[in-house]
């Protein structure tokens, strides 16, 4: 069974960074597409990845390119998101999700529990 397991949430100040990681039991991320979501407070999670690493690289959505950065750590078998330049609309839970049946990107079924970045102005 694939589980992703995220950590690394903390409260920061505006323009603070954070590194979440997920680490990722019944699956090696060598090259296993993954992706970070992120569900803010009082609305649904997003539909759509805020940053995916697969066998093609890597993929963000417009809210945080060129802040936050994703990469795999093989010894690891994780996943971590670099948060750079955070802002108070970054603030939400953060998933982690696996492409746990290898469908090329096409479905991510492997989903952690989140964790918590709040960050303050």
């Known amino acids: 069974q694939v589980r992703p397991v995220e950590s690394g949430g903390d409260s920061v100040q505006a323009g603070g960074s954070l590194r979440l990681s997920c680490t990722i039991s019944?699956?090696?991320?060598?090259?296993?597409?993954m992706g970070w979501f992120r569900q803010a407070p009082g609305k649904k999670r997003e539909e759509f990845a805020i940053?995916?690493?697969?066998?093609?690289?890597?993929d963000y959505d417009d809210s945080v390119k060129d802040r936050f950065t994703v990469s795999r750590g093989s010894a690891e078998n994780a996943v971590y998101l670099q948060m750079n330049n955070l802002k108070p609309e970054d603030t939400a839970i953060y998933f982690c999700?696996?492409?746990?049946?290898?469908?090329?990107?096409?479905?991510?079924?492997?989903w952690g529990r989140g964790t918590l970045v709040t960050v303050s102005d």
């Open positions: 940053a995916m690493i697969g066998n093609d690289g890597t």
């Open positions: 019944g699956l090696a991320v060598n090259n296993a597409c």
């Open positions: 999700a696996a492409d746990g049946r290898r469908t090329g990107c096409k479905a991510l079924d492997a």
